[in-house]
């Protein structure tokens, strides 16, 4: 799959054109809300210029711009680009066979002009400022970087394509038709209009003294288009724009609601976690239409934090154009749009577990850690969540369960679903408290993530069956031995009152009790909490976080 990106050279545009129209919608947005800032906002658009002769193509935007700074730090280093993400991810991936050559090569982002360039150049003014600035670059990791007087607003790159390969007519990036072919099929969508002029010669021919600059998108908004007229990949192709992501989506989810608050939703399930879905800042959040208008990108309110790795667009089509983001948390229209978004997505993931085991299981391992923080967040969809989770658990090495089949696989007489958490799933093997239970063969969840022990204290039982964790308070595994066993133990503590006491004593400052226990059958002891006390990990992580 990375392959296809690296060979489809024709991405580069889109990458372009994304980031022009990126850079037209901040610019809408600094005017609307700042109208004495110096800037041109009466037809932004895109232009994309061709010159044969000279080998070069210009994308053009008359959108925000950069500062000097700006450029420096955006551009002058790969490190802030798409490229950065991409290369990042790259070294992420688990599968990294054959990929190590092409990493010195571009493949997304403001980057990936060098796969068709071999040098680079860009323009820009930022709106507002009177000096502009000019980069120009190889692409072999050094740049220059001049102040420019006479800059036109916004931004213009020009690439000075690499030498025509005459065995491949495809890849002519000096040809009308082929820029008409790359816009339609990647950048349609983009609501600025995407205009390039007609070749120099044509127009002498046509004897027009100002040729009329072609329109190449036709601008229709996906989400507002019947379902059946847009196609997998157009779909996908606008979850790449909006998600910055090079790969497809695994999952698009439409919604159209009609009535009083009327909206439309176009949402996308990534098929990979973001390397820093953990961090604080974290940009979580769809896209804010209204009317086809841009409004915000990462609009919080939308969707709850622990969907916040869902992508997408929602247009609204009763909201005002400058609505803030502190007006749309209090918004109740907007709370019951994010309620019925929340389901929707969940209820996807329903259907995905049903109906492509495979899809869902990808879903689940890049993003249950993120969805089971909604299990203690989130109280009115707890069983929807619950009923999409799947957990390690003893009953198979590497297939995850869901609690359904692990109620339909429970012991006659078992009345709790037992788990345990712990670091790895190798060190909850190996724990003394898993003894007792895999001598009875009794199936225990095994649950890493540190969330597990918050939601399954939070929820407590599944189906009227209780949660327990196989490590708190007294677990008696087999009541009818237990009658025998009781008058055995008592015999026994007796017998052993002198040790219990001595051990007691010697371990008095962090120890509540010491008693003998039929759970262990081959180590001599464990340490147990109370039913209600926090487990060791959970301790770490409260101390860790100051409290
Ligand atoms: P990404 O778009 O994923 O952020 P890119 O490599 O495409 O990564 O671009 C890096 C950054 O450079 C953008 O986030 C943006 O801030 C800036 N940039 C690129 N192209 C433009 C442009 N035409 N106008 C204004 N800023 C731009
Ligand atoms: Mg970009």
């Known amino acids: 799959m990375i392959h296809s990106v690296y060979s489809n050279k024709d991405v580069f545009l889109r990458e372009l054109v994304s980031n022009a129209s990126d850079a037209l919608d901040k610019l809408r947005l600094e005017k609307l809300w700042d109208d004495s800032l110096d800037a041109d906002v009466s037809d932004l658009h895109i232009e994309i210029d061709i010159d044969k002769d000279a080998r070069t193509l210009t994308v053009r935007d008359n959108g925000v711009g950069m500062s000097y700074d700006e450029v420096g730090q955006l551009i002058g280093t790969i490190a802030n680009s798409g490229t950065a993400k991409f290369l990042q991810e790259l070294r992420d991936a688990k599968d990294k066979a054959g990929e190590e050559g092409l990493i010195g090569q571009f493949g997304v982002g403001f980057y990936s002009g060098f796969m068709v360039a071999d040098e680079v150049t860009l323009l820009t003014r930022r709106a507002g ?296 799933r190798q060190s909850i093997e190996n724990s003394p408290h898993m003894e007792a239970f895999r001598a009875r063969g009794i199936e225990v969840l095994l649950l890493t993530d540190p969330v597990d022990e918050v939601w399954a204290d939070a929820v407590g039982e599944y189906e009227g069956k209780k949660l327990r964790s196989v490590a708190k308070g007294q677990i008696d595994l087999d009541a009818k031995d237990e009658e025998s066993g009781d008058e055995e133990r008592e015999k026994q503590t007796e017998e052993y009152a002198g040790l219990l006491g001595w051990m007691k004593e010697q371990l008095d400052e962090d120890i509540k009790e010491v008693r003998l226990s039929s759970r262990l059958t081959v180590s001599p002891a464990c340490v147990v909490s109370d039913a209600h006390d926090l487990t060791p990990a959970l301790e770490n992580m409260y101390r860790a976080m100051g409290q």
């Open 129 to 424: 400022e009177t000096q502009g600035t000019r980069w120009t670059s190889r692409g072999e990791g050094t740049y220059t970087l001049e102040t420019v007087d006479d800059a036109p607003q916004g931004t213009s790159v020009t690439l000075h394509l690499k030498p025509a390969d005459p065995e491949n007519q495809l890849h002519d990036y000096t040809s009308p038709w082929k820029i008409r072919e790359i816009i339609k099929r990647y950048s349609d969508f983009i609501t600025w209009p995407i205009r390039m002029m007609p070749e120099a010669s044509a127009a002498a021919d046509s004897g027009d003294e100002t040729p009329e600059p072609e329109t190449l998108n036709s601008m229709k908004a996906l989400w507002a288009r019947p379902r059946d007229e847009v196609s997998d990949d157009e779909y996908h192709e606008l979850y790449k724009h909006i998600g910055h992501d090079w790969r497809d989506p695994l999952e698009t989810i439409r919604l159209q609601a009609e009535g009083t608050f009327e909206y439309q939703a176009l949402l996308f399930l990534p098929a990979h976690a973001p390397h820093d879905l953990f961090t604080r800042d974290f940009k979580r959040g769809v896209q804010l239409y209204v009317k086809r208008v841009f409004i915000m990108d990462d609009c919080e309110a939308l969707l709850p934090p622990y969907l916040r790795f869902v992508k997408g667009v929602v247009d609204a089509a009763d909201l005002s154009l400058n609505v803030s983001r502190e007006i749309l948390q209090q918004d109740r229209h907007i709370e019951m749009m994010r309620r019925r978004l929340t389901k929707k997505v969940l209820s996807t993931v329903k259907e995905m577990m049903t109906k492509d085991r495979e899809r869902y299981d990808t879903f689940w391992r890049e993003f249950g850690t993120v969805l089971k923080e909604g299990l203690v967040t989130d109280a009115e969809n707890r069983d929807a969540i619950l009923a999409v989770a799947s957990f390690a658990s003893t009953h198979h090495d590497t297939e995850p369960t869901t609690l359904k089949q692990y109620v339909e696989r429970m012991k006659d007489g078992q009345e709790d679903i037992y788990y345990l958490t712990g670091e790895s």
